[in-house]
T-cell receptor, first 112, second 112 residues
Framework: DSGVTQTPKHLITATGQRVTLRCSPRSGDLSVYWYQQSLDQGLQFLIQYYNGEERAKGNILERFSAQQFPDLHSELNLSSLELGDSALYFC???????????FGPGTRLTVL | GENVEQHPSTLSVQEGDSAVIKCTYSDSASNYFPWYKQELGKGPQLIIDIRSNVGEKKDQRIAVTLNKTAKHFSLHITETQPEDSAVYFCAAPSSGTYKYIFGTGTRLKVLA
């Protein structure tokens, strides 16, 4: 157990809908990272937050957004969902940027 | 852009034999190289990492070697066991940021 928690574990929704994925980092970790894992794209970095502020952005779609709250948990919002958004979404945390990243168990999103 | 290549994509070994997975990276500024193990239905688990100021690091049956000149690093697992069966990912940070670029993964199967 990495200490990073993610909810929900599974999510099934329809095209066009909006969902929110939640992540709680390890105790003491200030940095949160979101990744998408799909069969054809592998593990892709989406976005990083550090102590509430956005620090780095990857190939995150405009339909996706994220934030990190004062209690350091983070949410990833996915809107206008498409079939191709079906994937595993992982959150990772580290005590500071550049330190080891520890991954949560992931949320499996299925868009029908 | 930054790239991390990982080989082989699949690897089958007999229990007790050694397994070696290799990665090459393109960004010469990269200075931290983690290896993750992902079991079915779980998030990636950090198993070992190496920083650019050392050439080798060992932790029991697992070792990582780094050749900065050639820009490649390798994971070595000795005395493999069935529970080592999983997908292994290498990663390297993208230049100037702390986001990881992941390799495409190696599916290791240890045959009993």
């Amino acid at each position: 157990d990495s200490g990073v928690t993610q909810t929900p574990k599974h999510l099934i929704t329809a095209t066009g809908q909006r969902v929110t994925l939640r992540c709680s980092p390890r105790s003491g970790d200030l940095s949160v990272y979101w990744y998408q894992q799909s069969l054809d794209q592998g593990l892709q970095f989406l976005i990083q937050y550090y102590n509430g502020e956005e620090r780095a952005k990857g190939n995150i779609l405009e339909r996706f957004s994220a934030q990190q709250f004062p209690d350091l948990h983070s949410e990833l919002n996915l809107s206008s969902l498409e079939l191709g958004d079906s994937a595993l979404y992982f959150c990772a945390s580290s005590v500071a940027a550049g330190r080891e990243q520890f991954f949560g168990p992931g949320t499996r999103l299925t868009v029908l | 852009g930054e790239n991390v290549e990982q080989h082989p994509s699949t690897l089958s070994v007999q229990e007790g034999d050694s397994a070696v997975i290799k990665c090459t990276y393109s960004d010469s500024a990269s200075n931290y190289f983690p290896w993750y193990k992902q079991e079915l239905g779980k998030g990636p688990q950090l198993i070992i990492d190496i920083r650019s100021n050392v050439g080798e690091k060992k932790d029991q049956r697992i070792a990582v070697t780094l050749n900065k000149t050639a820009k490649h690093f390798s994971l070595h697992i000795t005395e493999t066991q069935p529970e080592d069966s999983a997908v292994y990912f290498c990663a390297a940070p993208s230049s100037g940021t702390y986001k990881y670029i992941f390799g495409t993964g190696t599916r290791l199967k240890v045959l009993a």
